[in-house]
């Protein structure tokens, strides 16, 4: 019973910490967080914008805007916080879970199975 408890308990931590970082998209964190690159003067220039993930354990994503032709680039790292706090949340779980598989293996030996073996 210890270990579908303790494996339930790990499913359930994973699917959290997947559905962290679907719920927060980078396109959805940099939406209002796009950074601006210096204009290098008079003329019309196209602006390319870049999201993708960062390379944390964790929501982050990296933001870059550029302008076309330039080679100029503004680059920035955001974390979705709520989407950090839900990913922790479900690396919580999932340790809490091992460590009461632990416990209840070390309580086990130290008292002896409730059948008598």
């Given at each position: 019973?210890?270990?579908?408890?303790?494996?339930?308990?790990?499913?359930?931590?994973?699917?959290?910490?997947?559905?962290?970082?679907?719920?927060?998209?980078?396109?959805?964190?940099?939406?209002?967080?796009?950074?601006?690159?210096?204009?290098?003067?008079?003329?019309?220039?196209?602006?390319?914008?870049?999201?993708?993930?960062?390379?944390?354990?964790?929501?982050?994503?990296?933001?870059?805007?550029?302008?076309?032709?330039?080679?100029?680039?503004?680059t920035?790292?955001?974390?979705?916080?709520?989407?950090?706090?839900?990913?922790?949340?479900?690396?919580?779980?999932?340790v809490?879970?091992?460590?009461?598989?632990?416990i209840?293996?070390?309580?086990?030996?130290?008292?002896?199975?409730?059948?008598?073996?």
């Open positions: 019973m210890r270990w579908i408890r303790a494996c339930v308990g790990v499913l359930v931590g994973l699917g959290i910490w997947g559905f962290a970082f679907l719920v927060s998209t980078p396109d959805t964190v940099c939406y209002d967080h796009m950074p601006a690159p210096a204009p290098p003067g008079p003329g019309a220039y196209g602006v390319d914008y870049v999201t993708g993930r960062g390379p944390l354990p964790i929501p982050v994503a990296r933001c870059t805007t550029g302008i076309e032709g330039t080679g100029i680039t503004a920035a790292w955001v974390v979705d916080w709520t989407a950090t706090a839900l990913a922790s949340l479900g690396i919580v779980l999932i809490v879970s091992l460590w009461t598989l632990k209840d293996a070390g309580a086990r030996q130290q008292w002896g199975s409730p059948s008598g073996k």
